[in-house]
């Protein structure tokens, strides 16, 4: 009873930023729970790279060129999923990006803009857009991939807009649920803790910043992508059937201290 909760047999899911790190993570997730995926991201050649990988673990994938931030994009998108699925289940809005680490008066307009495009309105874009066929369908679960910068300020590093676009979405999350929880879809996030992905390379390459990172972390490490792809595995699935409107922390602990 209890594990079937968890499976997606004959349901359509979308990730976006799917090609790599937690992205790709969720995808593998996803598919080994039954679902039929497609990969929706702006760099082809990670879609296709990512649609390989899953091929040679036996899950075939379907892949969409999508840009988060251009609306007309995300809209066509869910629409070609929905003519060519017949249905849209699940949706993972993952795609995110973080830039070099900079003080707050330093930070341009251009920068602040390209993190709060991606990392906010491109999740509202998708929420809006593949959110429309759930309502429809009275069914349907979004998980938005958020952070623990969300919830605390990170330390050596300065990233102002980062954080504040990570809180944004969750409070978006939790606005989404209250409004279309009684229309039989959920919205939750999970919120994760520095991530083994390219996403932060650039850090971990940084001794004292690294070194920080994980002095604060009482389980004293990062974590890793497939360990967040669980937990999106949970909140898609029925086996999260009361849950909207969460924020699941999977941070190691960073956020106890």
Not at 121 to 135: H, I, Q, S, Y
Not at 159 to 172: C, D, F, M, R, T
Not at 173 to 195: D, H, M, Q
Not at 230 to 254: K, M, P
Request: charge should be negative; proline fraction near 3%.
């Amino acid at each position: 009873m209890y594990l079937d909760r968890f499976k997606l047999t004959g349901r359509v899911a979308v990730v976006t930023g799917g090609g790599q790190g937690i992205g790709l993570a969720c995808v593998e997730a996803l598919s080994e729970a039954g679902a039929h995926v497609t990969i929706a991201d702006r760099d082809p050649r990670a879609a296709d790279d990512g649609r390989a990988k899953m091929k040679d673990k036996g899950c075939a994938v379907d892949v969409i060129a999508m840009d988060v931030t251009d609306s007309a994009q995300v809209d066509a998108a869910a629409a070609r999923v929905l003519k060519e699925r017949g249905r849209i289940d699940v949706l993972v809005c993952n795609a995110g990006v973080v830039r070099p680490d900079t003080a707050a008066e330093e930070v341009s307009d251009a920068d602040w803009l390209d993190v709060v495009n991606v990392n906010l309105n491109g999740v509202f874009w998708c929420c809006r857009a593949f959110g429309r066929p759930m309502l429809a369908a009275g069914r349907g679960s979004i998980v938005n991939v958020g952070s623990m910068s969300g919830i605390i300020v990170n330390r050596p590093q300065a990233q102002a807009n980062y954080n504040a676009s990570k809180a944004a979405v969750h409070h978006l999350t939790k606005s989404l649920a209250a409004e279309w929880g009684a229309r039989g879809v959920r919205v939750n996030a999970v919120a994760p803790t520095y991530i083994n992905t390219p996403l932060t390379a650039l850090g971990k390459a940084n001794k004292a910043m690294y070194d920080v990172w994980i002095d604060s972390t009482p389980m004293g490490r990062m974590g890793e992508p497939d360990e967040i792809a669980s937990v999106v595995l949970f909140l898609a699935s029925d086996a999260a059937s009361l849950l909207t409107g969460s924020i699941v922390l999977a941070d190691g602990g960073y956020t106890c201290w």
